[in-house]
């Protein structure tokens, strides 16, 4: 038995050493939605097709999330921003043709009776974004915080690995990240996410998503450096008017930062929100470990406490 | 592109962070359009109507680069007085014989050059060949020309009056577009062009598989060549071709009508009866294509060897003649009607990847053997067991005579071999595992069916058997498997000294006398100096001054030329156009052309050479005409010859379409459309309210064509998992379709189901002011594999190019409503055979040329 | 090798600091013929076995650990193909521009701070995959804990005989849990791996601890009750009181250090809720047991015992009440569908609990009893109501979303 450093929250730098904290940073701008990084992913660490079923109201995505057998996903987000003459034009058409019915066309099916919004139907379809998915390797981690096993390590990459052969299932780690990366399969039944594929990066190899990336949307590299470009990058869409960009977990100021600071950070240009994500987000145990524990703890004491008392305080009525 | 090409689209994505702005012009909202600068939702198969627009906005404009279309175009040259134009006669040009859909086009030539054979009668067939669309054979002595472009009866006058009905208002009509989307792309593709800067058109299928599928890719080249785009870095009409390697199969081909290095196929009848016929017709005294005789007899001497002698003509007499349309629907139809025997089948899915796939697959089932080589069952190997036809009892297994043979294929990165990529880079590729089993390499299996064959008649004394006897196949083995050399095959093709076996270093060394034997004229420099050249990987210096031409990464045709025609990167005195274009240009001192590419020019030509009025060769090219493999060394901005449907790019609605023909009101579709009239393949008429909806096909970046290897394999399948079709919420909510719900798509050939993708990515579009919408469907999905669904094929009507016999899935009406079909999906037309029977040893033109048949 | 100009060249500078110049091993020539590349290359694999190590053929085989040290053909050194790739180029203008100060921090915190957006494409965390084993075995773990409160409290009150038969209750009632966490294992027999690492910072190690630790106690002092050695099993009981305090607390920290809304946000109650049900089923269970072994009634254990219970479960209504005004528009996770059913079911419990407890003295015992077995009841259906409040908060992307504002509206 080993008992785990308590200190081993933030990431360590060891400078000098030849490794340092490697990460990706995954540029939305520039991802075209090919899914390629998925199924490298896949092929690379063998893992399972999660079946063939249409999702409904998913766009292109039928895969939906990320999952214990799926450690790369993309995310399509369709974006309507109908223009004000668009809404005219189409609002016009409809009225020539006749009284929210579509003119012309024979109508089939049960809706032929409904009204519709046909400002809506043709809503000028400007935005399609797609954004390439992946645990973070957080700084705090939470499932890393919560692995009562002891699977879930931290590199010498700094990046957050599960270690299959350890892993029992417990299902805490699921919960405790706050971005819902890690799940347990159900039928293997341990927990599965990205390992930065770390046998990769043993060998000297780029991660297998990166590696595929047509466009380079994914960018491996040295976390430092990352930043850096990331910011850069950050900056040079500012300037080209697209106001909207920022980073998802780097370069915030401490105090601001997503767990601590993602390892796979993301440029994105709306809300996370609409792409799954959090807007904060911190280990939840390193959040909530110490006040709950207190107050666990003292409200244990306190019961145990409660019940001599009621039984002394029994025992001398009685006695008396 | 993003969706069919996404690793070719890393270059747009890099132009775009670039500047470069990005216009789509796709009638869905695609993942390419997701990352476009514009997106221009065209209706399908109005491409023509929307460049025409583009072509009138750059002449009324004036905006057209004049010193480049001058010089390097034929504006200036002036057509023959008996021309007529669709002007003139609603819609139709001069030569039309209205009974067989056929254009005599004797009438389009360039005034002065009486040309004996032009157009129709033998070259009816369809074609790829190059020499057939560039003049070869023209006789030009008589060329008349007027530099002031004041002359009527001069190219660019006659062009400028074609597209003068194509203004902004009417093509906003046509296509349901909007002006604006119009005029936005004309300005930028005006403003982006001339000497400092270049616009590149790249196209797919989107503008091919339409029954105007060439014009429209011709009015593409007009445009471009307006404005001088072509020949210059940056520039070009860009194919983003398909398979891997499916330039490679076009270049050493495939196709029926084809030799290697686009050589036409000696045709049946008394011109080409003779080899000295054959480089008649097919070669010319003007230009580049003078070198036709040494190309066919150094194919031959790779063919036959020692056995083709200048007495028997080099083998010529015993290479098989064309007879009729062998195009693949030619061969189905007549399959259906029993006349043929057997079908090899590899590397091909036609029960779900042609058109009316339901009939392919009935012609299928009238085969006696059929032999598929793929990697998994794919349907064109289990049709007769679980297709549709036999689901719905119309064709019981028993009742299918037809034997299959499957057999396993290796993949490509089983075997060695070559990709010939979109832009001609040969890229050759070493073999990085063994197949497993019994899978073989197509090389492999040909080679060992070859050697049997030949084991088989080695003794047999009848002629016919003479090609066989006499193909040198003398390609080493190696390994337990006997794989044969691949690069021995390519050193073939590369070509050799037929008596010192010593290779070739380009086209340049062959003869037309028997000392060379060559696979493919086109590639002969491949394996100079005896080093696979298409095996090279050197970037080079990228940062250095058009470096990024990577001369040395693999190799392209022709002679390692990576911009055909770049001497239009010059202007007409040999400099570069501007500083920022500049990629190959004439060195004044040294006194030949030089750059960054290798220079599509003669080498020591200089501008100012002029060719004497009776040259001959290379020669008649002057030292300011680019285009070498043209007749008359110009970019034709009007085609006099080469073309069965018009010399100028004319709007045609598709032949199924729910609006008639907006810009030419007498005529909807191309007269010259071919049309197989038959009860199995049934045509929508125009505007027939039982098919108010426009549908089209489209690819996936999930999934790979007829998806033998992408429904086949979990990962890919899950991605996209059931057929589906696109629709916009307003037809959806008009007909109670649900997103995610199952609907029913229908037309006369089939119904069939799929998942509804309801989404504000298509919309709905005002087409003469009338509402019309669209359904889009991916095409890939089939009853077998992982991911199954029906086949948007099976909907489809054969309809075609006459040109190359290209289909149109594109663009073609049918209706839809909510919920799941009732029976399988070709059901409705079962039982509709026509009653035509056809032996197999049986000549039956009009099954291979309904336009013979009168069937137009 | 860097694509970038000058001192700014991450990939250059970072390789720099890491290897020492670059060193790109270059690629192996292949042999010029094809023969020999069959040979050296190719033949090496063999026929290829295309039996999958794992999983059906012609289908993806699960997630296997590559093996230690394998080579991986094309490796290079320190991901020499990983440097800057064609866009991050300087000539495409990628990323050129200097950020002025701030100016990144400042466009994350826009976009991260302030109201929602009208949309949330969920999911965004995962629900809990724990099935009904872990509410089953708070509630046993909870009986065991509030036992060993009640053997304490016996002993301090003089009254060994009853406090033994509360260290049976606790031996019992925590002799099914590991059963029940082994079961909702995903690798039920890696249960073992659970205490190969002791993480102070994990609830679930530290409860894995302590469980085991309370079992074994709760084992050896009903041995050493059984063996007639008081003292012994007495140190031990208060010992495992001690345990007992972060046995029934414990469980609800491990909800309370999670990213569900419902769970995280009410830190400070869980525990306290979570061991005033311990308590309160611990008592009702020893109650119960020594009733039927023959304590009699009006016994001050067995008073002391019904005080307990009512007080505990009074405790837990109070504390849950306030929790869940509290929780405002996270409360929805508590009060709607199969975890408010559960609710009020336990809530329902309780109360009819309460009333017969004060119905009992003219009812008789048996009310008393019955009223035990309610509390009893009422401990499970709060302990799955718990848990099904934490499945549907985590499935509420609005809430979440919510709370990770920082803003879950009253
Ligand atoms: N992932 C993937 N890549 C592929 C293939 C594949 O199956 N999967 N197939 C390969 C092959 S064989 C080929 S030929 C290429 C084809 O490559 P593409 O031609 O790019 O592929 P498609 O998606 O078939 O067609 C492109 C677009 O044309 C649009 N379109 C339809 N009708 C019209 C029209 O009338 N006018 C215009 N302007 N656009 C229209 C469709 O909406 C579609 O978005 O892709 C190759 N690459
Ligand atoms: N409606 C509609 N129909 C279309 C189109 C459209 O856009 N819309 N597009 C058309 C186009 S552009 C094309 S190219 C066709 C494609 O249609 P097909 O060529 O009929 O379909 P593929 O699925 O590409 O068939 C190729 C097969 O070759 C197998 N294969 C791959 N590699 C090898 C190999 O090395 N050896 C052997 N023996 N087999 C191999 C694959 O597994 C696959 O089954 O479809 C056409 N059909
Ligand atoms: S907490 Fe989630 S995102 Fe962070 S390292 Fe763990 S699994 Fe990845
Ligand atoms: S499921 Fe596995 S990785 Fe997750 S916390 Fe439990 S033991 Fe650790
Ligand atoms: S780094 Fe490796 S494991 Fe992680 S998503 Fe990429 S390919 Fe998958
Ligand atoms: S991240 Fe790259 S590989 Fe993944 S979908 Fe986007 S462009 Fe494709
Ligand atoms: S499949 Fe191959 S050829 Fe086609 S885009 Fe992808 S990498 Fe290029
Ligand atoms: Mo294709």
Avoid at chain 3, 17 to 29: F, K, L, N, Q, R
Avoid at chain 3, 215 to 234: E, H, I, M, T
Wanted: glycine share 10%; net charge negative.
């Amino acid at each position: 038995m080993t008992v785990a450093p308590t200190g081993e929250i933030a990431v360590r730098r060891e400078d000098g050493d030849e490794v340092q904290r490697m990460g990706f940073f995954t540029d939305t701008t520039v991802c075209i939605g090919c899914k390629a990084c998925e199924v490298a992913c896949k092929q690379w660490n063998d893992l399972p097709a999660d079946g063939v079923q249409f999702r409904k109201g998913g766009s292109y995505d039928h895969t939906g999330a990320l999952s214990a057998s799926t450690w790369r996903h993309v995310r399509f987000v369709e974006l309507l921003e109908p223009s004000e003459e668009r809404r005219t034009q189409a609002a016009e058409a409809l009225a020539a043709g006749g009284g929210g019915q579509v003119p012309t066309l024979p109508a089939t099916g049960d809706g032929g009776e409904e009204a519709v919004d046909v400002a809506r139907a043709v809503a000028d379809m400007d935005k399609w974004i797609f954004m390439s998915d992946v645990c973070k390797h957080c700084t705090n981690a939470g499932c890393l915080d919560a692995c009562p096993t002891g699977a879930l390590i931290r590199t010498e990459f700094q990046t957050v690995f599960l270690q299959p052969d350890v892993c029992n299932g417990c299902g805490y780690c699921v919960p405790a990240c706050p971005f819902g990366v890690v799940d347990r399969d159900p039928i293997d039944g341990r927990a599965g996410k990205c390992t930065l594929c770390y046998d990769r990066l043993l060998d000297g190899l780029e991660p297998a998503c990166a590696k595929a990336c047509p466009t380079d949307s994914i960018q491996f590299g040295p976390y430092e450096d990352l930043v850096e470009v990331a910011s850069e990058r950050v900056a040079t869409l500012h300037r080209r008017g697209v106001e909207g960009a920022y980073l998802y977990g780097a370069a915030d100021e401490s105090g601001e930062q997503l767990a601590g600071g993602l390892g796979a950070f993301f440029l994105l240009t709306e809300p996370p929100e609409r792409f799954g994500l959090p807007a904060q987000a911190e280990s939840p145990i390193q959040e909530n470990v110490v006040p709950a524990t207190l107050a666990a703890i003292g409200s244990g004491l306190l019961a145990a406490a409660g019940v001599a008392a009621t039984f002394f305080s029994a025992t001398r009525r009685m006695r008396r | 592109m993003a969706e069919a090409h996404p690793v070719g689209f890393r270059w747009v994505m890099k132009a775009k962070e670039r500047g470069a702005r990005i216009i789509h012009v796709d009638p869905r909202f695609s993942r390419t359009s997701a990352m476009a600068d514009q997106h221009v939702a065209i209706r399908p198969g109005t491409d023509i109507a929307f460049l025409g627009g583009l072509i009138r906005h750059v002449i009324e404009t004036e905006a057209y680069f004049r010193e480049y279309v001058i010089p390097y175009t034929n504006a200036e040259t002036i057509i023959d007085e008996r021309f007529r134009d669709v002007e003139d006669l609603d819609g139709v040009f001069s030569g039309l014989d209205p009974a067989t859909g056929m254009y005599d086009g004797s009438s389009w030539n360039y005034a002065g050059c009486d040309e004996a054979e032009v157009a129709a009668g033998w070259r009816v067939h369809a074609t790829q060949a190059f020499s057939e669309h560039t003049g070869a054979g023209m006789r030009l002595e008589g060329l008349e020309r007027d530099e002031t472009l004041q002359h009527p009866r001069c190219v660019f006058r006659i062009l400028k009056r074609h597209f003068s009905r194509y203004t902004p208002e009417a093509v906003a009509r046509t296509c349901g577009i909007s002006r604006e989307d119009l005029l936005a792309v004309a300005d930028a593709v005006v403003r982006n062009s001339g000497r400092d800067r270049t616009t590149a058109y790249c196209y797919a299928v989107g503008l091919t598989q339409h029954t105007v599928g060439v014009q429209m890719i011709r009015a593409a080249a007009i445009l471009q060549l307006l404005l001088g785009n072509i020949g210059r870095p940056g520039g070009g009409i860009v194919a983003l071709r398909g398979h891997a390697t499916i330039q490679g199969s076009t270049d050493i081909p495939t196709l029926y009508d084809l030799l290697p290095g686009y050589l036409h196929m000696p045709r049946a009848g008394e011109k080409e009866q003779t080899l000295a016929g054959y480089c008649r017709t097919e070669g010319a005294r003007r230009g580049w294509w003078a070198n036709f005789d040494r190309y066919a007899v150094s194919l031959l001497k790779a063919w036959f060897g020692e056995a083709a002698t200048v007495e028997n003509e080099y083998g010529f007499g015993h290479v098989p003649r064309l007879s009729g349309n062998h195009s693949h629907f030619a061969t189905m139809l007549r399959a259906l009607d029993g006349g043929v025997d057997g079908l090899l089948v590899m590397g091909q899915n036609p029960a779900v990847g042609s058109q009316n796939a339901g009939l392919e697959r009935r012609a299928l089932a009238s085969l006696r053997w059929l032999v598929v080589r793929d990697f998994a069952e794919v349907e064109t190997a289990s049709f007769w067991r679980d297709s549709p036809e036999v689901q719905s009892g119309e064709l019981p297994p028993e009742r299918i005579q037809t034997e299959v043979f499957l057999m396993p294929a290796a993949s490509h990165v089983e075997k060695e071999g070559s990709f010939t990529n979109t832009q001609r880079v040969v890229q050759w590729r070493d073999k990085a595992l063994a197949s497993p089993g019994d899978a073989r390499s197509e090389l492999w299996f040909l080679h060992h069916l070859a050697k049997r064959l030949k084991e088989h008649y080695g003794s047999s004394e009848e002629e016919r058997d003479w090609p066989i006897r006499h193909l040198t196949w003398d390609y080493p083995e190696h390994g337990e498997r006997r794989e044969p050399d691949a690069e021995a095959v390519l050193r073939e093709i590369n070509g050799f000294e037929t008596v010192s076996g010593r290779l070739v270093s380009g086209f340049d060394d062959l003869r037309a006398d028997g000392s060379t034997a060559c696979g493919c004229w086109i590639y002969s420099g491949i394996y100079r100096d005896g080093v696979n050249q298409a095996r090279r990987r050197n970037p080079g210096d990228l940062d250095a001054p058009g470096g990024w031409v990577s001369p040395e990464w693999g190799w392209a045709w022709p002679a390692n030329r990576r911009a055909l025609y770049n001497r239009a990167s010059a202007d007409p005195d040999g400099r570069p156009w501007s500083e920022r274009k500049r990629y190959v240009w004439w060195d004044e001192q040294a006194g030949h052309w030089t750059g960054y590419d290798v220079p599509d020019f003669p080498a020591g030509k200089p501008p100012a050479y002029r060719a004497p009025p009776d040259a001959e060769g290379m020669d008649a090219i002057s030292g300011d005409d680019p285009f070498i493999m043209m007749a008359d060394g110009r970019g034709w901005l009007y085609s006099p010859r080469g073309l069965l449907d018009g010399p100028l790019p004319t709007h045609y609605e598709p032949v199924e379409s729910p609006v008639g023909n907006l810009l030419y009101p007498d005529i909807g579709a191309s007269p010259a459309a071919i049309r197989w009239m038959r009860p199995e393949n049934p045509y929508h008429v125009t505007g027939d309210p039982r098919f108010p909806v426009v549908a089209t096909t489209f690819r996936l970046t999930e999934h790979h064509t007829a998806g033998g290897m992408s429904r086949t394999l979990p990962w890919l399948a899950e991605l996209q998992p059931e057929m589906f079709a696109e629709i916009d919420p307003l037809l959806a909510a008009d007909r109670g379709i649900e997103d995610g719900g199952w609907m029913t798509i229908v037309t006369e050939r089939a119904e069939i189901e799929a998942r509804a993708l309801v989404t504000d990515r298509i919309r709905p579009m005002q087409v003469d002011g009338q509402p019309v919408h669209r359904v889009a469907m991916p095409w890939h999905y089939g009853f077998d594999g992982v991911a199954v669904g029906d086949s948007a094929n099976d909907l489809i009507a054969l309809a075609a190019d006459p040109n190359v016999s290209i289909h149109e899935s594109r663009a073609f009406t049918c209706n839809v409503r909510a919920g799941r079909r009732a029976r399988p999906s070709t059901a409705p037309l079962a039982g509709t055979r026509s009653a035509r029977r056809v032996a197999a040893n049986e000549d039956d033109p009009a099954a291979e040329n309904p336009k013979e048949a009168g069937q137009g | 090798m860097s694509n970038r100009p000058g001192g700014r060249t991450p990939t250059a500078r970072w390789l720099r600091t890491a290897v020492g110049p670059v060193e790109v091993e270059t690629h192996e020539e292949p042999p010029t013929s094809a023969g020999e590349r069959e040979a050296e290359w190719v033949t090496g694999h063999g026929d290829r076995d295309m039996t999958p190590a794992l999983g059906t053929r012609g289908a993806p085989a699960r997630y296997r650990r590559a093996v230690e040290g394998a080579a991986v053909a094309l490796a290079r050194r320190a991901w020499g193909d990983a440097r800057w790739s064609f866009l991050f180029r300087s000539d495409t203008g990628y990323a050129t521009e200097q950020p002025r100060p701030g100016e990144i921090e400042a466009a994350g915190r826009r976009m991260r701070t302030g109201e929602l957006p009208e949309a949330v494409q969920g999911p965004i965390i995962k629900p809990p995959v724990w099935s009904w084993e872990v509410p089953l075995y708070f509630w046993f773990g909870g009986i065991a804990a509030g036992s060993s409160f009640t053997a304490l409290a016996c002993d301090l009150a003089s009254d060994p005989r009853s406090a033994a038969t509360a260290r049976k209750v606790a031996l019992g009632a925590v002799a099914p849990c590991p059963v029940l966490l082994m079961t909702d294992l995903g690798r039920p027999l890696r249960f073992l791996n659970m205490l190969r690492i002791l993480k102070p910072r994990s609830p679930m190690s530290t409860g894995s601890w302590c469980i085991t630790t309370f079992g074994s106690l709760a084992a050896v002092s009903v041995g050493a009750d059984v063996l007639g050695r008081p003292r012994l099993a007495r140190a031990l009981g208060a010992a495992n009181s001690l345990l007992g305090g972060y046995l029934g607390s414990y469980t609800g920290v491990l909800l309370a250090t999670t990213a569900v809304p419902v769970w995280a946000r009410s830190r400070l109650f869980l525990g306290p809720i979570f061991v005033a049900t311990a308590t309160a089923t611990g008592a009702s269970a020893t109650r119960l047991v020594l009733a039927a072994t023959g304590l009699p009634r009006g016994h001050p254990t067995r008073e002391a015992l019904g005080q307990v219970e009512a007080g505990a479960m009074l405790a837990e209504l109070t504390l849950s009440t306030i929790n869940e005004r509290r929780l405002g528009r996270l409360a929805s996770a508590l009060t709607e569908g199969a975890a408010g059913r559960l609710f009020r079911a336990a809530q329902l419990g309780v109360a009819a609990g309460l009333g017969l407890r004060f119905l009992s003295r003219r009812l008789g015992p048996r009310a008393h009893h019955a009223a035990s077995l309610l509390y009893l009841g009422a401990g499970v259906a709060f302990r799955f109501a718990w848990i099904s409040a934490g499945r549907a908060s985590s499935a509420d992307d609005e809430a979440v979303a919510l709370t990770a504002r920082g803003r879950p509206p009253r």
